[in-house]
Each structure stands twice: as structure tokens, then as C-alpha cells.
């Protein structure tokens, strides 16, 4: 799979131990740090994430989860180590970042390189379910239509990596059930890796198939998820899962379901 390679040294500056590209990864971080006013906000860290595997990542406000998803969709380049993605990538923020002046298939194709045609925008829009607003105003979307609209934005794409920083964080509950839901189905029919940035311990249970924990700059816990799809909360596992990385989150179950 071709790469962009993100590293502050040339090739022939690279030491023996330097990692060598691979098939069997859709990312791979080796020795990644990150300082802000020299302080490392990211020091050190290594991750690998498999072709078409769900990853997400938790961790407290300012542990470096969106500092990593910005350089992984290389927003940010001033870094040390190396950073190695697919060439074809593509970002959901938690903001959809539509252009009001732009009508809805238009912001979908924002970007694409050539000149795409409203078909194009009009096949991702159907995906997401939005075909009969594809020539609709940004303003006039409801909070779950705009934030699929962005979601059609990345899909038209057609990444290797799908990178998702907490695009569901500013939706009600129903709302964010349903986009939970749309993004889990279209991960299984695109196939893609997916990197999802949430500080929801039970969204990232039900999505991922892999769950990191960030603390002090580095990936300080993972824990494979084993459970069937689709999941519900209402599985003993499910909350078995749950509990388990609140704990490594620093949050303690209530005293009556640790003893439960």
C-alpha cells in the first residue's frame, strides 16, 4: 500500500532499527514525541493499526489523542520519529465544517482533486442517507444530517484510513445512536482502518475492535474487544469491558456494581 511518510530525517539518515513500511499496517508510529513550548504532549509513542481494523482511542482532555489524529492526517508535521499512513486518508471532526455559502454536494466534494461531478457527491450522500438533501444549504441541516454530510466528505475519498476525532460529541442521544450505528456499518462495508478519537468509554466498546488508552504521552493500556456485532450495553461483557477501562481512565465503578 503507498504511503506518506512523515519523519523530520531523510532516508539515509535513518538508523538500522528504523521501520520498514508494511503490508500487514495501515499505520505504523515508531518513536513519535510532540512538544508544545518544549513540553511533549506526545513522547515517544509507537502504534500500529492493521488494514481495515476499527481502533479507538481514549484518554483525558489534553492526554494528546488530537494532537496524534492531527499529525496522522498530517495537519501537523513538526514532530520527531516517524509517522507512516496511507496516502489516501480522510478526517471527520467533531465540527462538521461545512461551508454555508456552499450547497451540500458541493461541500462533499471540497478538495478532490480534477473536477468530480454532482454524481459523485450524490452516490457518498446516499450512503449516509442524505440523497434528498444533496442540494440543500448547510443551515438548513439538522445536527445529525450535518455531521453525515461530513462524513460523506471523507467517504468520497475512498480512504485506506478513516480518521474520526469525537464526531459525535456535540449530538443528542438519539442522534448519536443513529450515527454510532451509520458509522459502524459503513466501516464494515468500505473496509477501511478507522481511528476514533472519543472520550466515550461505552461508544468506543461498541465500535472498536481495539481499544488504546493515552496517558503521559504514550499508549499506556490496549485491550482487544472480542464481543459479537452487533453489540448492545446490555451484555454482562459489555459492562464487564466498560468498567474495566474506566478504571485505567482513573474513574472508579459505584461501590454496589464493584461488588455487584
Known amino acids: 500500500m503507498a504511503t506518506d511518510v512523515h519523519r523530520p530525517m531523510t532516508p539515509t539518515d535513518a538508523p538500522a532499527s528504523h521501520p520498514v513500511p508494511s503490508p500487514a499496517s495501515a499505520v505504523r508510529v515508531h518513536g513519535l514525541t510532540r512538544s508544545f513550548d518544549g513540553r511533549p504532549v506526545i513522547d515517544d509513542l509507537h502504534l500500529d493499526v492493521r488494514p481495515g481494523e476499527f481502533v479507538a482511542l481514549l484518554g483525558r482532555s489534553g492526554c494528546g489523542k488530537s494532537t496524534l489524529l492531527r499529525i496522522l492526517a498530517g495537519l501537523d508535521r ?135 488508552v493515552m496517558d503521559g504521552g504514550v499508549i499506556a493500556y490496549e485491550r482487544r474487544i472480542d464481543l459479537e456485532r452487533p453489540r448492545g450495553i446490555a451484555d454482562p461483557r459489555f459492562a464487564g469491558l466498560r468498567e474495566e477501562l474506566l478504571r485505567r481512565l482513573g474513574v472508579e465503578a459505584p461501590a454496589e456494581t464493584a461488588t455487584a
Open 78 to 212: 513538526d514532530i520527531e520519529g516517524t509517522v507512516l499512513v496511507p496516502r489516501r486518508k480522510a478526517v471527520a471532526f467533531q465540527a462538521p465544517r461545512l461551508l454555508p455559502w456552499k450547497r451540500v454536494w458541493r461541500n462533499v466534494l471540497l478538495g478532490l482533486p480534477g473536477k468530480p461531478g454532482r454524481a459523485v457527491a450524490e452516490q457518498a450522500l446516499a450512503e449516509v442517507g442524505l440523497r434528498h438533501r444533496t442540494g440543500a444549504w448547510p443551515k438548513t441541516l439538522s445536527g445529525g444530517e450535518a455531521q453525515r454530510a461530513s462524513l460523506a466528505r471523507a467517504l468520497v475519498r475512498e480512504p485506506d484510513l478513516l480518521l474520526l476525532d469525537e464526531p459525535f460529541g456535540a449530538l443528542d442521544a438519539l442522534t448519536r445512536i443513529k450515527a454510532q450505528r451509520l458509522v459502524d456499518e459503513l466501516w464494515q462495508r468500505r473496509g477501511c482502518a478507522v481511528l476514533l478519537v472519543t472520550h466515550d468509554v461505552e461508544e468506543a466498546v461498541l465500535l472498536a475492535d481495539r481499544v488504546l
